[in-house]
C-alpha cells in the first residue's frame, strides 16, 4: 500500500510541475506575442516636434509644428479631393519620411531640417490644404510606420506602372537593408501611364556625365544593360558603359522619362526614342494605387501594409 500512495504522489508532483511548466512557456509566448506588436519606440518623440522648412521659392526659412507641416505635404502630394483612406494613407506614409529624414540631421547648405523642393525633400502647398487633408492629418496624428520598432523609409511615387520597385531597383538605395519594401504587383493595373520621351544625343551623353561616367563624346549605342525584379532598368548601356539608370532618370529630366520601367528604347541617327510606364521611382507606396483601394473601401492601414510589408503603424505623439 504504501508503494502505491508514493506512486500517486510522485504522480500528483509531476503532474504539478507539468503544470507549472506549462503555465511559463504560456506566458512567454504571450510575451513574445507582446513584443511582436510592442516594438520599443527607438528614437520616436513623445511630443509633436517642430519642424524648420526651407522655402525655395522665396529662399526663407520657417518653423512650424510638424503636424500643420504635414497639412501642405499632402495637399501637395496628393490630391486634396481624393478618398479620405487615401489621403490618410499618405499623411501617414509622409510622417514617417519626415521624421526618418529628422534623425539624419539638417539638409546640407539649407540651415532647416525641411524643404518645399521635392528634389530635396518633399513638396508642399499650404495654399491646396482643405477641409479633407486636416481630417486626414488629423485622424492619423503622430502615426507612424515601424519595422522592428524603428520608423521605416516610407518612399513613395506617383504610379508604379502595374508593379512597385525593390528600394536597390528603382532608387539604387543600398545604404541599408529594407526588408519591408519588397516588389509588389499593384492593384492599380490601370492607367498604367504609359509614357514616351525623345532625347538627343548631347542630352544622353551629357546625363551620363552628370552621374559620373564618361562615355566620350558621340553617342554611338544606348540599351537596357540590366533589370530588376520587377522589370525595371537598374543601368542603362551608353556606349558600353555601365549607367546606373535611377540617377540617370534624375539628370536627363524626370518629367520626360517618368520611370524606369521602360518597355523600348533605341537609337536612331542622333535621337534615343525610349517608351514606359508609370510615373516615379516606383519603390513604396503607389499614390495612384492608394486612390484605387481607397475606392475599393480599404482602409489606410490597409492601403499602407500592402505596400509596405511585416510593418507595424503605431502612435508617438498625441
Do not use: C
Not at 486612390?291 to 507595424?312: E, P
Request: overall charge positive; glycine content about 10%; charged content about 20%.
Amino acid at each position: 500500500m504504501a508503494s502505491r500512495f508514493k506512486g500517486a504522489a510522485d504522480l500528483l508532483k509531476d503532474n504539478r510541475l507539468m503544470l507549472i511548466l506549462g503555465a511559463i512557456a504560456a506566458a512567454a509566448i504571450i510575451m513574445a506575442a507582446r513584443g511582436q506588436h510592442m516594438q520599443p519606440k527607438a528614437n520616436i518623440p513623445a511630443e509633436e516636434p517642430a519642424i524648420s522648412v526651407y522655402f525655395h521659392e522665396t529662399g526663407e526659412v520657417k518653423s512650424m509644428p510638424l503636424e500643420t507641416y504635414l497639412e501642405g505635404v499632402v495637399a501637395a502630394e496628393m490630391d486634396p479631393n481624393w478618398p479620405l483612406a487615401a489621403l490618410e494613407a499618405q499623411a501617414i506614409v509622409a510622417r514617417t519620411f519626415t521624421l526618418k529624414k529628422l534623425q539624419e540631421g539638417p539638409l546640407e547648405g539649407r540651415n532647416a531640417q525641411a524643404s518645399t523642393d521635392p528634389r530635396e525633400f518633399q513638396a508642399y502647398n499650404a495654399s491646396k490644404v482643405n477641409d479633407q487633408v486636416k481630417k486626414a492629418v488629423s485622424n492619423t496624428r503622430g502615426k507612424i510606420i515601424t519595422y522592428r520598432g524603428e520608423p521605416i523609409r516610407a518612399w513613395f511615387h506617383s504610379s508604379s506602372g502595374g508593379k512597385t520597385a525593390s528600394a536597390a531597383e528603382g532608387l539604387n538605395f543600398t545604404k541599408e537593408s529594407t526588408p519591408y519594401v519588397q516588389p509588389v504587383t499593384d492593384v492599380q493595373q490601370e492607367p498604367s501611364h504609359e509614357w514616351s520621351a525623345k532625347f538627343s544625343a548631347g542630352e544622353v551623353v551629357e546625363a551620363a556625365r552628370a552621374v559620373g561616367v564618361e562615355v566620350g563624346g558621340e553617342l554611338n549605342s544606348v540599351k537596357i544593360g540590366r533589370r530588376g525584379a520587377s522589370g525595371r532598368a537598374e543601368t542603362l548601356s551608353i556606349n558600353g558603359k555601365e549607367v546606373p539608370a535611377p540617377q540617370f532618370r534624375l539628370a536627363i529630366g524626370d518629367q520626360k522619362m517618368r520611370s524606369t520601367l521602360i518597355d523600348s528604347l533605341h537609337l536612331d541617327r542622333n535621337t534615343v526614342y525610349m517608351k514606359g510606364r508609370g510615373f516615379g521611382h516606383g519603390v513604396g507606396m503607389s499614390q495612384w494605387g492608394a486612390w484605387l483601394l481607397a475606392q475599393r473601401g480599404k482602409s489606410a492601414q490597409d492601403i499602407v501594409t500592402y505596400y509596405f510589408k511585416g510593418v507595424q503603424i503605431q502612435d508617438s505623439w498625441q
